[in-house]
Nanobody, 125 residues
Framework: QVQLVESGGGSVQAGGSLRLSCAAS?????????MGWFRQAPGKEREGVAA????????YYADSAKGRFTISQDNTKNTLYLQMNSLKVEDTAMYYC?????????????????WGQGTQVTVSS
């Protein structure tokens, strides 16, 4: 069965950087229609951060992530990445990897077939 495992989260001061990884097994990342990163803070709904089309160069970012975050893939390692720079306190959330987008706007949670368990990112001032 398909499994997505996130890693790379942790505690960092505002202005710092983190790189999140999503290792996929049971399927190849290059065959997914689209993959994305979402985040969810306590008491809030899960929201899209960034997405990427496998085998293509198309990327999508939430306004809050533009200029600071970069989504990428390494097909040889079957891994999705999210490089996060200039982190802010408001970036604090559980970050989830999602795969195999099936329809709708890229930020639609219900549009993704597979999900990881999440990795916590905490940014302090």
């Amino acid at each position: 069965q398909v499994q997505l495992v996130e890693s790379g989260g942790g505690s960092v001061q505002a202005g710092g950087s983190l790189r999140l990884s999503c290792a996929a097994s049971g399927y190849t990342i290059s065959s997914y229609r689209m993959m994305g990163w979402f985040r969810q803070a306590p008491g809030k709904e899960r929201e899209g951060v960034a997405a990427i089309w496998p085998g293509g160069g198309m990327t999508y970012y939430a306004d809050s992530a533009k200029g600071r975050f970069t989504i990428s893939q390494d097909n040889t390692k079957n891994t999705l990445y999210l490089q996060m720079n200039s982190l802010k306190v408001e970036d604090t959330a559980m970050y989830y990897c999602a795969a195999d987008f099936t329809g709708g706007h890229w930020t639609r949670v219900g549009g993704y077939k597979y999900w990881g368990q999440g990795t916590q990112v905490t940014v302090s001032s």
